[in-house]
């Protein structure tokens, strides 16, 4: 079982972003998602869930953040837009195989190893 993010980068202040998390099978469809970004010297901070199959209940912990999944391609999507220096961090996607949404990082079940975004002008 593997979770491997992809799209990460350095970007300038203003711009946009999309994350990608592929999942290694299908099962991850019954899995709820979510984000969560660590800066250095800082806690792991939770950004984004998503729940299980259609993906009806998401949350973003900010408005310019956009959490989507497409199961057909077992893939978890993250887009961000008007980026600040602040966002500079290591993001993660993880998947929790209670089904059920959550901020906690220790209710997900796997994890990626992470991809880099850095905003820098």
């Known amino acids: 079982v593997q979770l491997v993010e992809y799209g990460g980068g350095l970007v300038k202040p203003g711009d946009s972003l999309k994350l990608s998390c592929k999942a290694s099978?299908?099962?991850?469809?019954?899995?709820?998602r979510g984000w969560f970004r660590q800066a250095p010297g800082k806690e792991r901070e939770f950004v984004a869930y998503?729940?299980?199959?259609?993906?009806r209940n998401k949350y973003h912990a900010d408005s310019r953040f956009i959490i989507t999944r497409d199961n057909t391609k077992n893939t978890l999507y993250f887009q961000m837009n008007d980026l600040n220096p602040a966002d500079t961090a290591k993001y993660s996607c993880?998947?929790?195989?209670?089904?059920?949404?959550?901020?906690?990082?220790?209710?997900?079940?796997?994890w990626g190893q992470g991809t880099q975004v850095t905003v820098s002008s």
């Open positions: 993880a998947a929790a195989t209670s089904g059920l949404v959550s901020r906690k990082s220790e209710d997900y079940t796997y």
């Open positions: 998503i729940s299980w199959a259609a993906g």
């Open positions: 099978d299908h099962t991850f469809s019954n899995y709820a």
